[in-house]
């Protein structure tokens, strides 16, 4: 399979509505995402991550968020998601406002209450994450790479923790987090079905087993902060990646998991 050519979608942007707008990189002005202060698997304490805030167009009547209502909400979602992280869906909103440096007022304004907060969250995370695995198989030299570019990222942005919230009872079939699960699932089985016909991955796995174990490898203990958890979660992450090279060198027990499985068994 041919890797794209073209330059893939950013994440995407999400107003002060909530409203989904997908905003080019290269647009002047626009928030870009924080990178990180040291490469994966360090160990260092990763910084805070924004998103490109997407505004209204000319002429459509939508106000246009104030810049300032933007930072707030961007600094909520990275603060929401390191505390739920750390504490599960139930940390207090006093320590998300003290994480994100803004009052409580302002944290009820944006997100009236935790479902709609951790519903953001996870869909900030996730169209992080896709957009993520767009850009590596596009700009990564072969398909292998790209999944380790594209699994070392997702471990950062905390998907295998915060996505296993939305069985606690949250709305998993809210029409925004359906349509970002499929893109995400659309993004991670390109990329796996590239490295296996390339004859860089294992054939025997499926984009099933690839989340799990993303999911297992990057959820911290109770209570422990997230940047003392980084440096093994990446170590034992690339372990993994090792462990899908092609040719396989064991046989493994029973069969791929795909996705399709993984929404059976969690239905």
Known sequence: MKRPTTAPAPPTARGAAGGRTRTPATTAGAATAATATAAPGSGAPRAATTTATARPPRGSGLPRPRADAVRNRERILAAAREAFVEFGSAAPFDEVARRAGIGNATLYRHFPDRPTLVRHVVLFVMDRV??????????????????????????????????????????????????????????????????????????????????????????????????????????????????????????????????????????
């Open 130 to 267: 896709t957009a993520s695995a767009e850009a590596s198989l596009a700009e990564e030299p072969d398909a292998f790479a790209a999944l380790c570019r594209f699994t070392h990222t997702a471990i950062d942005e905390r998907i295998g923790a915060l996505c296993p919230m939305l069985s606690d009872g949250f709305d998993r079939d809210h029409p925004e987090l359906l349509a970002a699960s499929t893109a995400l699932e659309s993004a991670v089985e390109t990329m796996l079905a590239a490295g296996q016909d390339s004859g860089l991955i294992r054939t025997d796995i499926g984009a099933g087993d690839l989340m799990v174990a993303l999911s297992q490898l990057s959820r911290p203990l109770p209570g422990t902060a997230c940047p003392e958890v980084d440096r093994f979660a990446h170590r034992h992450l690339q372990l993994f990646l090792d462990g899908l090279r092609a040719p396989a060198r064991s046989e493994l027990p029973g069969s791929a998991a795909t996705l399709d499985d993984l929404r059976r068994k969690t239905m």
